[in-house]
């Protein structure tokens, strides 16, 4: 499976952009999905996820109410939806697969992975 992330870039403090992570070369539709964040000198976490089916989702309270993640099975594709950004959502944006039809709070949930997209916000 190959995971290719598209959609990040420059955007002002208040702005937004839809982050899109399209797979390749089988089907992610029975696998959850999560959207991850690393900044420089930080580690990577997991800001968003949603199950195979989009029926479940997680948001890290920092984004609460201002991402959502969504899915299109037909589309093998998960979106991720950023509003109101702000400087401290800079980061490189990296999606994945899970290891199973749910979602996974820890990187080691997830089997496959993106190359990553990169988010700056300025202020």
């Known amino acids: 499976v190959q995971l290719q992330a598209s959609g990040g870039g420059l955007v002002q403090a208040g702005g937004s952009l839809r982050l899109s992570c399209r797979a390749s070369?089988?089907?992610?539709?029975?696998?959850?999905m999560g959207w991850f964040r690393q900044a420089p000198g930080k580690e990577r976490h997991l800001i968003a996820a949603i199950s195979w089916r989009g029926d479940s989702t997680y948001y890290t309270d920092s984004v609460k109410g201002r991402f959502t993640i969504s899915r299109d099975n037909s589309k093998n594709t998960v979106y991720l939806q950023m509003n109101s950004l702000r400087p401290e959502d800079t980061a490189v944006y990296y999606c994945?697969?899970?290891?199973?039809?749910?979602?996974?709070?820890?990187?080691?949930?997830?089997?496959?992975w993106g190359s990553g997209t990169q988010v700056t916000v300025s202020s």
């Open positions: 994945a697969a899970a290891r199973t039809a749910g979602w996974a709070s820890e990187t080691y949930g997830y089997r496959y």
């Open positions: 070369g089988r089907a992610v539709s029975n696998n959850g």
